[in-house]
Structure formats: C-alpha cells, structure tokens
Nanobody, 115 residues
Framework: VQLVESGGGLVQPGGSLRLSCAAS????????MGWVRQAPGKGLEWLAT????????SHADSVKGRFTISRDNAKNTVYLQMNSLKSEDTALYYC?????????RGQGTQVTVSS
C-alpha cells in the first residue's frame, strides 16, 4: 500500500486548498478512503470518509460545510477540497485507507493557515 499526499502549503485565513492523495498497491475502487489530520501536540482527528464508489460521504462537524471529500477511481486518487480555512486547521493532513482513521496512511502534507 502506498499513499502519497500533495497540495498542502501556506494559506491565509479564509483561503482554500485542494489536497490530493495518489494511491497504489491495492485495488483502490474497492475501499473506503478518508482524510485525517494531526495538529501540533494533538492526536489524530478524523475529518472525512468516502465510500468505495464515491456515492456516500461523511464529514466531521469541525469541517462540515467547509471541507469536501471526493475521489476519482479512474485515477486512484482521493481529494479534500478545503475552503474557508481557519488558523485551527493548521495540521499535518493524511489520507487514510479504510474508514475512520484508516488502516494505512501516507506521509502527510502540511497545511499552515496564517496571515
């Protein structure tokens, strides 16, 4: 299993970013996928999960209405569109294979929200 996240960076409060996660080493279309994050000094926080076909999504209350998970099974890629970013969204973001915090995660991509 290999999961490679990209798209992080420095953004001002209120800004947007789209994270991508390229998956390989398993049959991507058969698995739920998700996103989690870890802020400095804190534990893993589940953010969102998407079903294998992409027809069902679930988002944590902390990001609902601001973040949207999606996937492209033809490209073996899962995305996280993040809008209206806040300073408290600063964290290392990981994609996860499976539901919840997942059974495998990538190396993460850093998102920093600061003016």
């Amino acid at each position: 299993v290999q999961l490679v996240e990209s798209g992080g960076g420095l953004v001002q409060p209120g800004g947007s970013l789209r994270l991508s996660c390229a998956a390989s080493g398993f049959t991507f279309r058969n698995f739920y996928m998700g996103w989690v994050r870890q802020a400095p000094g804190k534990g893993l926080e589940w953010l969102a999960t998407i079903s294998s076909a992409g027809s069902v999504t679930s988002h944590a209350d902390s990001v609902k209405g601001r973040f949207t998970i999606s996937r492209d099974n033809a490209k073996n890629t899962v995305y996280l569109q993040m809008n209206s970013l806040k300073s408290e969204d600063t964290a290392l973001y990981y994609c996860a294979k499976g539901s919840g915090v997942g059974t495998s995660r990538g190396q993460g991509t850093q998102v920093t929200v600061s003016s």
